[in-house]
């Protein structure tokens, strides 16, 4: 083991969601091969990544457009995966086994491996957001994923606004949080900013917000991706509206040192949670 083991380089791929789900495949597999010669070892996609932001009306015919798993989308992940030694967070519009769909995150290992997927558990119901017509909420609760490079967990867009699941995320081993978002109100950014920087800090997590940009005849996606270490400050501020791709440098070590400084984990009382469970 090297000296510096602990520092990894992780990629956003900021990136729009054109009309046809096999072209945007093709541009964000792109974009992560670059991603992955310029270093990086964990790369992450916006939500919904090769797919136009469909839940924005309620129209059935999209039901067409979701993937199986396995199924192309999800082996085009893992070749390039297993191609490039990276570790991949990959969000889709899933149709499970079940009959049910999802908005998921597939993860996958270094070595292509599917370790597991992270089902979005809060679904908005909001205008140019009809999700809960298109989306089973997530049934596979809180997973973490032990990467080649590192311990991570997965919190989709909404699901960020509901602190339990990331604080039950970073109980269980929790290194970086992947925030994949379609976020397309730019006056909404600094309530993301402060509510992934407060959960960085309680949590002594990187968190890693990657946000789709605006493609032709779809709503605004602003972008503005960035990464925040465990003490709240910014690796990587945020970034423009732009397509591309946003590199993080990050120290796993410091998730130690900050929560020895900081032991906010340690130090809960969840015997006096209990109300947390009922409904409000």
């Given amino acids: 083991m090297g000296m510096n083991d602990s520092i990894l380089t992780m990629a956003g791929i900021q990136m729009a969601g054109g009309p046809d789900p096999g072209t945007n495949l093709e ?3 792109g974009l992560g091969r670059i991603a992955a010669e310029r270093g990086a070892q964990i790369v992450c996609f916006p939500e919904c990544f090769a797919w136009p932001w469909f839940p924005y009306e309620v129209d059935p015919s999209h ?3 979701a993937e199986p798993v396995p199924g192309s989308l999800s082996e085009k ?4 995966a297993r191609e490039h030694q990276v570790a991949v967070v990959a969000p889709i519009f899933e149709r499970g086994t079940d009959g049910a769909h999802y908005n998921t995150a597939l993860v996958y290992d270094a070595d292509g491996t ?5 089902r979005k558990n809060h ?3 909001l205008s140019n957001y009809q999700e809960r017509f298109y989306f089973q909420p997530g049934n596979q609760g809180f997973p973490v994923f032990h990467t080649r490079y590192a311990t991570i967990g997965v919190q989709i867009s909404w699901d960020n606004f509901f602190p339990e699941g990331s604080r039950l995320l970073a109980l269980q081993g929790a290194e970086v949080i992947c925030a994949p978002t379609s976020a397309s109100i730019v006056a909404s950014h600094a309530k993301w900013e402060r509510a992934l920087v407060g959960s960085a800090v309680y949590n002594g997590v990187f968190v890693f917000r990657v946000n789709r940009v605006a493609g032709d005849g779809e709503l605004p996606f602003y972008g503005k991706s960035f990464c925040v270490d465990p003490n709240g400050d910014f690796v ?3 970034s423009g509206a732009d397509e591309g791709i946003v590199l993080a440098e990050i120290d796993l070590q410091w998730v130690k040192t900050v929560r020895g400084i900081w032991p906010f984990l340690q130090e809960r009382r969840p015997e ?3 109300g947390l469970a009922s409904p409000a």
Avoid: D, H, K
């Fill in 77 to 80: 992940i893992a070749a390039f």
């Fill in 27 to 29: 541009r964000a597999v």
């Fill in 114 to 118: 599917l370790i597991g997927r992270y």
């Fill in 236 to 238: 990587v501020e945020p």
């Fill in 272 to 274: 006096l949670y209990t």
């Fill in 123 to 125: 679904l908005p119901q």
């Fill in 63 to 65: 039901f067409a457009t």
